[in-house]
């Protein structure tokens, strides 16, 4: 599998911009919405600008599609279109394909599983999934550093329609390369056109 990445050039977007994003691109690419469709979306990156809000730069917010090399063309179309996500008005430039960079540790912003809304059990469900990919990695849910919370585990809310869908970032340590590709091409857990369980390598600080 690869990414695609297009350029995203507006101004802002919601911090939970998943189901949104998804709805937007499916009204250009209607296969999206096909259970056999494997195409898995990223979130936006951006700068929090507060109040559930991040601001766009063009230099590195991206919107990342990881796919088979056949399903390229069928997303090619999106380069140049505008969108409307959550009422924030973007527009698509030009793609550029990467490979998966295998890396030691990965992060997801957010991972979703069904049943699963307290940091301990939620755990256990990753560790399971993990264990079914065969990867032996550590997982780990990131803390808050500051505020009255500092210490706890974060946690995360996906907006899906009238739903508010609750999961938590992960963090999982210590692949080897070919299981650090293999959880970037499988992800974890649910809604993986929302943004859901896409796991990027963890930049240095």
Do not use: W
Not at 97 to 126: D, S
Not at 168 to 189: K, M, R, T
Request: aromatic content about 4%.
């Amino acid at each position: 599998m690869l990414d695609l990445h297009f350029p995203v050039l507006g101004s802002s977007l919601s911090v939970d911009h998943g189901y949104d994003l998804y709805g937007a691109l499916a009204r250009l690419v209607p296969q999206l919405h096909e259970a056999a469709c494997k195409i898995r979306v990223g979130p936006i990156r951006g700068s929090y600008a507060g109040n559930g809000s991040l601001t766009l730069d063009s230099r590195f917010s991206r919107l990342r599609l990881r796919l088979a090399a056949e399903e390229i063309p069928l997303v090619l179309q999106l380069a140049g279109k505008a969108i409307d996500v959550g009422g924030h008005r973007l527009r698509l430039g030009v793609p550029q394909v990467r490979n998966l960079i295998p890396a030691p540790n990965l992060v997801a912003r957010l991972v979703t599983i069904k049943g699963f809304t307290e940091p301990g059990p939620f755990l256990e469900a990753v560790g399971r999934q993990l264990a079914k990919l065969e990867i032996a990695g550590q997982p780990g849910i990131p803390q808050l550093t500051e505020g009255a919370r500092a210490g706890q585990p974060r946690r995360h809310v996906l907006r899906v329609k009238d739903k508010r869908v609750v999961g938590f970032p992960v963090i999982v340590s210590g692949l080897s390369a070919e299981e650090s590709v293999n959880l970037q091409e499988n992800g974890l857990g649910g809604r993986s056109r929302m943004g859901c369980g896409f796991f990027l390598p963890v930049q240095p600080r």
